[in-house]
């Protein structure tokens, strides 16, 4: 169970994704995503759920208990099917097909422009690619992220404690969800503005594309689709030949793309100029920090953290040739004459 909320330039959406085995019992996966309903009551809401039930409101020929109980769940929480009866299998294994996959909205969605469609395009998998369109444009936001390492914490504190106390009065006086809904805005305005006076802001790197698609795969790819739509429209006689051909082509297209795959992360990793550098957060993101890493003097990287410590510090504290033996150290200083009475008293 996945969900996460996207902000357009209207109105914010909820997405869900969920998946119940035909071997599981699917009022668990129900239960799931009725929680995440019930804590968004006024939320505009769409799941892509893989439920594995049969009924014909989405494609099958006949109805099953577990289609059913889906249905039965559909109606209770207010959802509205997206999907269309006479649209593509969404699953397809050898001769075998299904529509296990439903997409579902809220009632609140149900005014806006909504285009669903399963797509012919190879997924590389049993399940066939489904686009839902909404007719709505999403605002692409930009959040500052400040430098907050490199000092100037006084200066923020100095700025902050200005107006955090009347602003704390202000949060006890509250006596709505209203006053207390300003009184947050104001208290999040404060803190930015800190913030913009204080520190210096991040550089933000657009994300870009794989560099490692090619023509020849997305030839390869309409190569695969086309045998696949030979074998859909294909008599029941030739049927199994054709299929075994499109089985055998698109296993190859997928060892291509796993193969290209690894080229482009191979060169990717090669062009690096910097020990934690861009190839070092591709690959580790913040899991792993350069201190966690042992690297041992003969270049091995297997080793503990121990070892790794126990190395740097040999490199830093190097020890002597002749090791000395403090315990047989002598003095050759006469020692120092008693302290007589008078002395001690003065």
């Keep these: 169970m996945v969900a996460l909320k996207i902000q357009t330039s209207s109105f914010p959406i909820t997405i869900i994704s969920a998946y119940s085995s035909p071997a599981q019992n699917v009022h668990t996966t129900f ?49 509205n099917i997206i999907n269309k009866p006479d649209a593509l299998p969404t699953f397809q294994r050898n001769n075998s097909v299904g529509w296990p996959d439903l997409t579902l909205c809220s009632q609140s969605l149900i005014d806006s422009s909504i285009n669903w469609e399963v797509l012919e395009e190879i997924s590389l998998s049993d399940h066939r690619y489904i686009e839902t369109t909404i007719a709505s444009t999403v605002a692409n936001q930009f959040y500052k992220r400040y430098k907050t390492r490199h000092g100037n914490h006084l200066r923020f504190l100095n700025i902050l404690g200005k107006e955090i106390y009347h602003l704390e009065r202000k949060i006890k006086a509250a006596r709505n969800l209203g006053e207390l809904n300003n009184s947050t805005i104001e208290l999040q305005t404060l803190i930015i503005n800190a913030c913009n006076k204080s520190f210096k802001i991040k550089k933000q790197l657009l994300i870009t594309k794989p560099n490692w698609w090619t023509e020849q795969l997305e030839i390869h790819k309409k190569k695969v689709r086309a045998l696949r739509r030979r074998v859909q429209w294909a008599p029941e006689i030739e049927r199994q030949a ?83 033996n403090y315990n047989l150290t002598t003095s050759t200083q006469p020692p120092d004459p008693p302290i007589s009475p008078k002395k001690s008293r003065r």
């Design 31 to 79: 239960q799931e995503i009725q929680e995440i309903i019930s804590s968004l009551p006024e939320e505009k809401i769409i799941s892509g759920a893989d439920l594995n039930g049969h009924n014909t409101l989405w494609g099958y020929r006949s109805n099953d208990n577990r289609g059913k109980d889906i249905l039965d769940f559909i109606l209770a929480n207010n959802l």
């Design 242 to 324: 054709r299929y075994k051909v499109f089985k055998k082509k698109k296993a190859k297209y997928k060892r291509h793309i796993k193969q290209a795959r690894n080229m482009g992360w191979r060169k990717f990793c090669s062009a690096a100029s910097h020990p934690y550098g861009k190839q070092y957060k591709a690959a580790f993101r913040k899991s792993v920090f350069p201190s966690q890493i042992p690297y041992l003097i003969n270049g091995d990287p297997k080793g503990s953290l121990q070892e790794a410590a126990q190395n740097i510090l040999d490199q830093i504290f190097l020890f002597s040739a002749i090791p000395t």
